[in-house]
């Protein structure tokens, strides 16, 4: 949203101290689907740094709207799958032997385009994890990513001091919204979550798609 005003490497100064606040804010809720999520997550984001390396490094080489182009398309396909077999899903067994492939893919993805949500969310999804699981489940690899995402720019010297007073001040709405989002989250039926998590996913294939082209 920040990006066509401010251009994106500005907008992704000021938005990754929120991000992490949101993360931290979300991941301190749900932190009780820690014991149940684990083991899957370790190979997940574990894998993911080994994908983040090289994503990153292909992106100086590749076309991102190639990669934008393959990534919509393989979301928009699970979402066609989701909805005509609305009983599909991994089961636990399949997801911790899926996990670090999926990981690979996912830190891929991020460090070629900057953003992961799509592949860890269309798995997730597919796992069928209860709302707490899930959300802990996103959660653990953006903090994962972001913390090193800031970190970076932080070195590369991206935190100008007037970006720096930009991206506190939009730590404000963070703390204001996220507790709100959540127990917004809490009321919602599961079918509900399910159903709120494709749109997302839907919106994010098709806003790649149009940024390809």
Do not use: C
Not at 76 to 90: E, K
């Amino acid at each position: 949203m920040l990006a066509p005003f401010i251009g994106v490497e500005h907008a992704v100064v000021v938005g990754s101290l929120g991000n992490l606040v949101a993360n931290l804010m979300l991941l301190w809720a749900t932190r009780r689907s820690a014991g149940t999520i684990a083991p899957l997550l370790v190979r997940l984001v574990g894998a993911g740094v080994i994908g983040v390396g090289i994503g990153t490094y292909l992106l100086t080489i590749l076309d991102d709207r190639i990669l934008s182009v393959v990534l919509a398309t393989s979301v928009l396909a699970y979402i066609v799958l989701a909805l005509a077999r609305p009983d599909f899903h991994l089961t636990r067994a399949q997801g911790l032997r899926a996990a670090a492939p999926v990981g690979v893919v996912g830190g891929f993805i991020h460090g070629a385009t900057g953003s992961s949500g799509t592949v860890f969310g269309t798995f997730l999804h597919a796992l069928d994890l209860p709302r707490p699981d899930f959300v802990f489940g996103v959660t653990i690899p953006f903090l994962v990513f972001g913390t090193v995402q800031a970190t970076t720019l932080a070195g590369l010297g991206s935190f100008t001091g007037e970006r720096l007073v930009q991206a506190f001040v939009a730590i404000a709405p963070v703390l204001v919204v996220t507790p709100l989002g959540s127990r917004v989250g809490d009321r919602l039926k599961s079918r509900t979550f399910s159903h709120l998590v494709l749109a997302l996913l839907a919106f994010s294939g098709v806003v790649l798609l149009i940024s390809a082209f």
